[in-house]
C-alpha cells in the first residue's frame, strides 16, 4: 500500500462528495423553486443520478478493481444487465426492510421507495462498481478480515457509515418539533446522506492513519 | 454454589429496588383520599343558626346570595405581574419595557377610578401548576395531588364536591367556552358549552377566537347565571415564545380588551372573576412549584360597590382556593364540602357604607361557616385515613370548639362586641390556615430528599446488579458470606432505626424503614467486593457488551428523557428491536469468517471442551432474522394511539368482537382468532414432540395433550358466547349468562391445577429399562423400542445411556453381580426447557382470556417471535461442555425490549386511561361485590400479561442453546465435505449430545449462571425504572410531567415489580426441575441396585 494510493482514494472520494454537492445546486439552476425539503423526491432523484454517474465514471477512469481477464461484448453486456438487476433488487428489498422497520406500507410507497433507491445508490453501487455482481465478494468485503484493498475498506466504511446515517435519521421524527424536515422519510435520506459524506470523507484519512496496521492479504 | 442462596440473593436485589422505588415514590407522588360527600343546602355544616334566619327563603343556603351571577374569565397562565399596575414611571428613569408588563389597562383604570368596586389580588397557586389540577382546585376548594386515590382513572371527572356540581344541583344555567379540558372534568354539566382543543399548544389564537365570536351574543342573551370563559392564548404563547416575546403583548391587549368589553356589559347584579390559573417560568412553562409558577392573578369587579375601603397599596396575598367559598357564599351555595379555603372577608362587609358593627359581624358569620364546614371536612376526611397529623389535628379542633363556644356567644349578645369581634376572627382565620398548613404538609409538596435517596438507591442497586453479575461466574466466589453479612447488617439499621423512632416518639414510617434496611445493607457488600476485587482487574468487562449494544441500550435510556419518545415508545421498542435482530445477524455474519472455527465473544475457561459445533448453513441466521422483523411488525399492527397524537389512529383490532357489526367479518374473525388459539396449541405440542417430551406419561404432559384442547375448547366458547351474547334468543339467555360465569373460571381453574401438576411432577421423562444390553462401554447401543421408531425421533431422543452410566460408575461397580441393567431415559435432555414452555403455555391461556378476542394472534406471534428470537441467540452462543455458562447481554437486552414491545402490541399504553377495564368483568359480569384485591389482580394481569410472560421465561434464554445443540450433528452429516473429518474422528461422531444435561453435570455453573441471568435481566429493568425516575424528577417542572411522565413511571415500577416477581419465579421452577431430576436420579439409582 503506497501513498499515493491512498491519495487517489481520497480524490476520488471527494469527487463523490462533490457530486453530492452538485446535486444540491445544479438543479436549482434549471427548476424554480427547488429546494432539498420543498422538492424532495426531486432532489432525491437529482442526487441518486449524480453519485450513481459519478461513481461510474470513477470505475472507468480509475478502474481500482482488477478487471476481469473475460473481455467479451457479450460478457460485458450481461454484467451490466446483471448489475442493473442487482441494483433494483436492492432497491426492492431495502424498501421492505424499511417496511418492516416500521414505515407505512400503503402511503407514501413512492416516498419510501426513493428512500431506497437513494440508500442503494450510496451502497450498492459502489459494490456494484468495486466488486461486480459478485454476492460472495460482497459478503466478504462486510465480514472481519475480509477486505483485501484500502478501496474495498473504504467501501465498507461509506456503506456502514450510510446505514448507520439512515438509521440515526430516523430517530428525530418523533420529536415535537414540528420542522419541515421531521416528515418520513426527509429525515432519513439526509441522515444516510450525511453518512455517506461522512464515511466518504473519513474513511481516506483512517485509512492513512491506520496504514501500518492495516495489512492486506493479497494486494 | 446452592439453590437457596441464589434465590435468596436475587430477592434481597429485589428488595433494594423495591425499597429505591418505595422511596421515590412516597417523594415524589402526593397521594390524597377523595372523598365524595356533598355540601347540601338543607345541611348546615354545624349547628347555630345564622343571626338572619334565611334557612326559609328562595335562593338563599348557608348565607343570603349576594350575586345572582357571575361572569368568570380564566386566563391560562395568567402571571400576577401581567396584571399589576405600572406606576408611572419617574421622569429619568430610564423606561424597562417588557412585553407583559401594564398590558391590562383596563384593571389598572378601574382600581383606579373605582377604588370600592375592584380589587386585584395574588393569588397563592398550590403545585402542581398544571392546568388540569388548578381547574380542580378551583371547583373544589382542595389541593388536588397527581394521584387523587379512589378517583375514577378512566376518566377525568371530577367525583368530589365541587362548585359546578352546586351551582347544577340549584338550577343555575352555566355557559361555558374555551378549553375542552372542562368537558373531561365536568361531563354534561353546562347548560351550553363551547369547547375548544386544548392540545395543541403552537396554536395561539383558535381558542380565544372561538370564545369571542360568542361571548357577547352569549352575554347579551342573558341565558345564563354562570359565564366561564377559560383562554388559552396567553398560556400557549408562553409555551411556544416565553413571555418576553413581542406575541405575548399583542395577546395581553387582547385579553384587556375582552375584559373591556365585558365590564362595560355588566349589570348590577353580576360579579366579574378574571383569574389566572397558575404563572410561568421565565420559559413560558409550568407544573413545577418556583416563586413566578406559583404566582397568578385573581381580579374581582362588580358594578355595586363590593369594599368598604380603598384596595391597599401592595396587592394582597391570597391562597387561590379562596376563591371557593368566597363564590359558593357570595352566590348563595353551600361551601364544597372537601373546600379548604378561606373566605375573603372584606366581600362580605356589605359594601362602602354600611355599618361597620354590622359588616363586622357578617364577616365572622361567613368566616364560622368556613371554619363549621372545613372542620367537618376534616372529621370526615381523618376518619377515612390516616394521612394527617393527629396531634395538630387535635389542637385544631380545640381551636375550633372555643372559637365556636365565643362565636355562639356573640351572637347572644351582639351589642358587646368590638373586640371579641376582633379575637373572634383571628381565631377563625387561625383555625382555618393551620387546617390549611396539614393539608398541605401530607399532600402538595414533593420531597426532594426522598427523591434523591430513592434514585441513589436504584442506581447502588443497578450498580451491584452489574457487579454482582460479573462475579457471578467467576469461580470461588463466596456468596453465602456476601449476602449473609449485608442482610443482618440491613436488619441492624432497620432495627436501629425503629428504635429510634420508637424512643422518640414519632411514627415508624415502613418506606423509611425499607430505605434504611436497603442503604445500611449495600455497603457491607461493596466493600467486601471491593476487597475481594483485586486491584488487577479493570472495571470495563463490567459494561455490557458488544458497544452495539450497550449504545441500544443508552439510546433507550435516553429516550426516557423525552416526552415526544415516551409517547412514541410504542414505535420506538420495534425500531429498536429490529435494529438489535439485525445486529445480531450482522455480527454473525461478520464473525462467521474467522479463520479460527468460530466462537463468539464467550470466554472459554475450559479449552478442551469440544466446541460448539458450526452449526448453520449461511442463510438460518438471516431468515430467523427476517421472519423476526415480519413478527415484529404484524404485530405492530395491534397498536393503541395514546392520547396525544390526535393524527394516530388506532388499530380496530383492538376492540372486542362484540362491538363488530355484521355477521361475516364477525364470523370471521372468530375463526381467526379461534385458529390463534389451535395453532398456539399445536405449535406447542408440535415442540414437545420434537423433543419428545410428549411421551411421557408424566402427568404434566397428559395434562398437556388434554388438558389444553379443554382450555381452548372453553375459551373458544366463552368468546363465542360474549362476541354473541345480545344475539341469543332470550329463552336461553339465563344459559348463556351462567356460561359466561363459569367458563372463564373453569379455563382459569384448568389452568391452575396444570400448573400445580407441573410443580409437583416437573420431570417428564420415559424410562425404558431392559436386562441384559452389552456390558461395554465404549460402544453405545442405540435403543430401538416401540416409541423412537419414528424416524424424526431418532435423532432427537438424548439417549444419555452412556453419560448416566459413567456419572454412576461407582454404584453400578457393585451391583454388577446381579446382573447388568441398561436403562434409556428419554427427553433428559430437553427436560427443563419442557417443563419452562409447559408453565409458559398454562399462563399463557388466562391472560389470552383476559384481552380482547383478536389479541390472541399476538400472543401467537408472541410466541413465535420469542421462539425465533431464542433460536437467533442461541446461533450466537456457543456451548460449553464444562461451563461457566454465560448469558450473553444482547439476549437479556432483545428479550426486554421484546417484552416492551409486546405490551404496546397487545393494546396497551402507560396511561391510566387505557387501562383494559373490562378485564375485571371477565368470570364476573356482574362486578365484583366490595373486595378490591380481585379486580385489580384481574386488570393487573391483563396489563402486565407480557411482563410476566417474558420474567417467567426468562431462564429459557440460558437455556435455549444447549437445546439447539441437538441439532449440529445432523447438519454435519448432511454436509458431504465432513464425512472424512467425521471418520477420521469416529469418537466425537457418535457422542450424542447431552444437551440440557451439561447442566446438570456443572450444577455450580447452572446455579450461577441462573444467578447471573436473573442479575442481568434485573439491571436491564432496573436501568429503565432508574432513567424513569430520574426523567420524572429532573423534569418535574415540565408540561407534561402529569400527563406523561409520572404514569410512566408508575408503569416502569409496577412492570418492574411484576417482572422480578415473574423472574424469580421462573428461576425458582427450573430450580425445581433441577431437584426433581436429581431426586428421579436417586430412584433410579436404588431401583437398579435392587
Known amino acids: ?219 | 454454589m446452592q439453590k437457596v442462596p441464589v434465590l435468596l440473593f436475587l430477592a434481597w436485589v429485589c428488595f433494594l429496588f423495591y425499597a429505591g422505588i418505595a422511596l421515590f415514590t412516597s417523594g415524589f407522588l402526593l397521594t390524597r383520599l377523595e372523598l365524595t360527600n356533598q355540601s347540601s343546602c338543607q345541611e348546615p355544616p354545624g349547628p347555630g343558626s345564622p343571626p338572619w334566619g334565611s334557612q326559609g327563603k328562595p335562593g338563599a343556603c348557608w348565607m343570603p346570595s349576594r350575586f345572582s351571577r357571575v361572569v368568570l374569565v380564566l386566563i391560562d397562565a395568567l402571571r400576577f405581574d401581567f396584571a399589576q399596575p405600572q406606576r408611572s414611571y419617574v421622569p429619568g428613569e430610564p423606561a424597562v419595557s417588557v412585553p407583559f408588563l401594564g398590558k391590562l389597562g383596563s384593571l389598572q383604570r378601574i382600581l383606579e377610578t373605582q377604588p370600592h368596586h375592584a380589587r386585584l389580588y395574588q393569588s397563592q397557586v398550590d403545585p402542581p401548576t398544571t392546568t388540569m389540577q388548578r381547574l380542580k382546585a378551583l371547583t373544589t376548594g382542595s389541593l388536588p395531588t397527581f394521584v387523587d386515590a379512589g378517583s375514577n382513572f378512566a376518566s377525568h371527572a371530577i367525583v368530589e364536591d365541587n362548585l359546578i356540581k352546586q351551582l347544577t344541583s340549584a338550577g343555575r344555567r352555566i355557559v361555558f367556552m374555551g378549553d375542552d379540558t372542562w368537558k373531561d372534568l365536568f361531563p354534561g354539566a353546562f347548560s351550553q358549552a363551547f369547547f375548544f382543543s386544548s392540545f395543541n399548544v403552537r396554536d395561539l389564537h383558535t381558542v380565544d377566537n372561538g370564545i369571542l365570536e360568542h361571548l357577547y351574543p352569549t352575554m347579551d342573551s342573558g341565558e345564563w347565571d354562570v359565564l366561564i370563559a377559560h383562554f388559552l392564548g396567553v398560556d400557549h404563547c408562553g409555551h411556544k415564545h416565553g413571555p418576553h416575546h413581542p406575541e405575548m403583548a399583542k395577546k395581553l391587549s387582547q385579553m384587556d380588551q375582552v375584559i373591556q368589553g365585558l365590564i362595560e356589559r355588566l349589570e348590577n347584579d353580576t360579579l366579574l372573576v378574571v383569574a389566572g390559573d397558575h404563572g410561568m417560568t421565565m420559559n413560558g412553562d409550568h407544573g413545577g412549584d418556583s416563586e413566578l409558577e406559583v404566582s397568578a392573578a385573581l381580579f374581582l369587579y362588580s358594578p355595586t360597590a363590593l369594599f368598604p375601603t380603598a384596595p391597599p397599596e401592595e396587592p394582597e396575598v391570597i391562597p387561590q382556593v379562596s376563591l371557593v367559598p368566597t363564590l359558593a357564599l357570595l352566590l348563595g351555595l353551600p361551601i364544597p364540602f372537601g373546600n379548604i379555603g378561606e373566605v375573603m372577608t372584606e366581600l362580605f362587609s356589605g359594601g362602602h357604607g354600611s355599618h361597620p358593627q354590622a359588616s363586622a359581624l357578617a364577616q365572622v358569620s361567613a368566616l364560622h361557616i368556613n371554619a363549621q364546614q372545613v372542620s367537618r371536612f376534616l372529621h370526615a376526611y381523618s376518619a377515612a385515613t390516616q394521612d394527617l397529623q393527629v396531634k395538630e389535628l387535635h389542637q385544631l379542633q380545640k381551636l375550633f370548639s372555643k372559637a365556636s363556644a365565643s362565636y355562639q356567644q356573640l351572637l347572644q349578645n351582639p351589642q358587646e362586641a368590638g373586640a371579641s369581634l376582633r379575637t373572634l376572627t383571628a381565631e377563625l382565620q387561625q383555625f382555618l390556615r393551620g387546617a390549611r398548613a396539614i393539608c398541605l404538609e401530607s399532600w402538595a409538596r414533593f420531597s426532594l430528599v426522598r427523591m434523591a435517596g430513592g434514585a441513589a438507591l436504584l442506581a447502588a442497586a443497578c450498580f451491584l446488579c452489574l457487579l454482582a453479575s460479573q462475579l457471578a461466574v467467576s469461580p470461588g466466589f463466596p456468596f453465602r458470606p456476601l449476602l449473609l453479612t449485608p442482610v443482618a447488617w440491613g436488619l441492624t439499621w432497620a432495627m436501629l432505626y425503629a428504635g429510634l423512632s420508637v424512643t422518640t416518639g414519632s411514627k415508624v414510617d415502613s418506606v423509611v424503614l425499607g430505605a434504611v434496611a436497603a442503604a445500611g445493607s449495600l455497603p457491607p457488600f461493596l466493600w467486601k467486593v471491593w476487597a475481594n476485587w483485586g486491584s488487577t482487574r479493570p472495571l470495563v468487562p463490567l459494561l455490557p457488551a458488544p458497544l452495539p449494544v450497550l449504545l441500544l441500550l443508552l439510546t433507550r435510556l435516553a429516550t426516557f428523557f423525552s416526552d415526544s419518545f415516551v409517547v412514541a415508545e410504542a414505535r420506538a421498542t420495534p425500531f429498536l428491536l429490529c435494529s438489535l435482530i439485525l445486529f445480531l445477524v450482522a455480527h454473525l455474519h461478520w464473525e462467521d469468517q474467522l479463520l479460527q472455527p468460530k466462537l463468539l465473544t464467550v470466554p472459554r475457561l475450559g479449552s478442551s471442551a469440544p466446541t460448539g459445533p458450526p452449526r448453520h448453513s449461511g442463510t438460518y441466521a438471516l431468515r430467523l432474522g427476517i421472519g423476526l422483523l415480519l413478527c415484529t411488525r404484524l404485530s405492530g399492527l395491534f397498536h393503541r394511539c395514546p392520547e396525544e397524537t390526535p393524527a394516530c389512529h388506532s388499530s380496530p383490532w383492538l376492540s372486542p368482537l362484540a362491538s363488530m357489526v355484521g355477521g361475516q367479518a364477525k364470523n370471521l374473525w372468530y375463526g381467526a382468532c379461534v385458529g390463534a388459539l389451535v395453532a398456539l396449541l399445536v405449535v406447542v405440542r408440535l415442540w414437545l414432540r420434537r423433543y419428545g417430551n410428549l411421551k411421557s406419561p408424566e402427568p404434566p404432559v397428559l395434562f398437556v395433550r388434554w388438558g389444553l384442547p379443554l382450555m381452548v375448547l372453553g375459551t373458544a366458547a366463552y368468546w363465542a358466547l360474549a362476541s354473541g351474547a345480545d344475539e341469543a334468543p332470550p329463552r336461553l339467555r339465563a344459559l348463556v349468562a351462567g356460561a359466561s360465569v363459569m367458563l372463564p373460571r373453569a379455563v382459569m381453574g384448568l389452568a391452575a391445577s396444570g400448573l400445580m401438576l407441573l410443580l409437583w411432577r416437573p420431570v417428564t421423562v420415559l424410562v425404558k429399562a431392559g436386562a441384559g444390553a452389552s456390558r461395554t462401554r465404549t460402544i453405545l447401543t442405540p435403543f430401538s423400542g416401540p416409541p423412537t421408531s419414528q424416524a424424526d425421533l431418532d435423532y432427537v431422543v438424548p439417549q444419555i445411556y452412556r453419560h448416566m452410566q459413567e456419572e454412576f460408575q461407582g454404584r453400578l461397580e457393585r451391583t454388577r453381580t446381579q446382573g447388568p441393567v441398561t436403562v434409556a431415559a428419554y427427553q433428559l435432555g430437553s427436560v427443563y426447557s419442557a417443563a419452562m414452555v409447559t408453565a409458559l403455555i398454562l399462563l399463557a391461556f388466562p391472560l389470552l382470556l383476559l384481552h380482547v378476542e383478536r389479541v390472541s394472534l399476538v400472543f401467537l406471534l408472541l410466541f413465535l417471535q420469542s421462539f425465533l428470537l431464542l433460536h437467533l441467540l442461541a446461533a450466537g452462543t456457543s456451548v460449553t461442555t464444562t461451563g461457566p455458562f454465560v448469558v450473553l447481554w444482547q439476549a437479556v437486552s432483545a428479550w426486554a425490549l421484546l417484552a416492551n414491545q409486546t405490551f404496546y402490541s397487545t393494546g396497551h399504553q402507560p396511561v391510566f386511561s387505557a387501562i383494559h377495564w373490562h378485564a375485571a368483568f371477565v368470570g364476573f359480569p356482574d362486578g365484583h361485590d366490595s373486595s378490591t384485591w380481585l379486580p385489580a389482580l384481574l386488570v393487573g394481569a391483563n396489563t402486565f400479561a407480557s411482563h410476566i410472560l417474558f420474567a417467567v421465561g426468562c431462564p429459557l434464554l440460558l437455556l435455549w442453546p444447549f437445546l439447539c445443540e441437538s441439532q449440529g450433528p445432523r447438519k454435519r452429516q448432511q454436509l458431504p465435505g465432513c464425512e472424512a473429518e467425521a471418520r477420521a474422528r469416529p469418537e466425537e461422531e457418535r457422542e450424542e449430545p447431552l444437551m440440557e444435561m451439561r447442566l446438570r453435570d456443572a450444577p455450580h455453573h447452572f446455579n450461577a449462571a441462573l444467578l447471573q441471568l436473573g442479575l442481568k435481566y434485573l439491571f436491564v429493568l432496573g436501568v429503565q425504572i432508574l432513567a424513569c425516575a430520574l426523567a420524572a424528577s429532573i423534569l418535574r417542572r415540565h408540561l407534561m410531567v402529569w400527563k406523561v411522565f409520572a404514569p410512566k413511571f408508575i408503569f416502569e415500577a409496577i412492570g418492574f415489580i411484576v417482572s422480578s416477581v415473574g423472574l424469580l419465579l421462573g428461576i425458582a421452577l427450573v430450580m425445581r426441575v433441577d431437584g426433581a431430576v436429581s431426586s428421579w436420579f436417586r430412584r433410579l439409582v436404588l431401583a437398579q441396585q435392587r
Open chain 1, 1 to 219: 500500500m503506497k501513498d499515493t494510493d491512498i491519495k487517489r482514494l481520497l480524490y476520488s472520494n471527494l469527487l463523490c462528495v462533490f457530486s453530492v454537492f452538485l446535486s444540491v445546486f445544479i438543479p436549482s439552476l434549471f427548476l424554480d423553486n427547488f429546494s432539498i425539503l420543498e422538492t424532495h423526491l426531486t432532489w432525491l432523484c437529482t442526487c441518486s443520478t449524480s453519485v450513481t454517474g459519478v461513481n461510474l465514471l470513477l470505475h472507468l477512469v480509475v478502474k481500482p478493481n482488477v478487471s476481469s481477464r473475460r473481455s467479451s461484448l457479450s460478457h460485458k453486456v450481461s454484467r451490466v444487465l446483471k448489475c442493473c438487476i442487482y441494483f433494483l433488487l436492492s432497491c426492492f428489498f431495502l424498501h421492505i426492510i424499511f417496511v418492516l422497520y416500521g414505515a407505512p406500507l400503503i402511503e407514501l410507497v413512492l416516498e419510501t421507495f426513493l428512500f431506497a433507491v437513494i440508500l442503494s445508490t450510496f451502497t450498492t453501487v459502489p459494490c456494484l462498481c468495486l466488486l461486480g455482481p459478485n454476492l460472495k465478494a460482497w459478503l466478504r468485503v462486510f465480514s472481519r478480515n475480509g477486505v483485501t484493498s484500502i478501496w474495498e475498506n473504504s467501501l465498507q466504511i461509506t456503506t456502514i457509515s450510510s446505514f448507520i446515517g439512515a438509521w440515526l435519521g430516523a430517530f428525530p421524527i418523533p420529536l415535537d418539533w414540528e420542522r419541515p424536515w421531521q416528515v418520513w422519510p426527509i429525515s432519513c435520506t439526509l441522515g444516510a446522506t450525511f453518512g455517506y459524506v461522512a464515511g466518504l470523507v473519513s474513511s481516506p484519512l483512517w485509512i492513512y492513519w491506520n496504514r501500518k496496521q492495516l495489512t492486506y492479504k493479497s494486494n
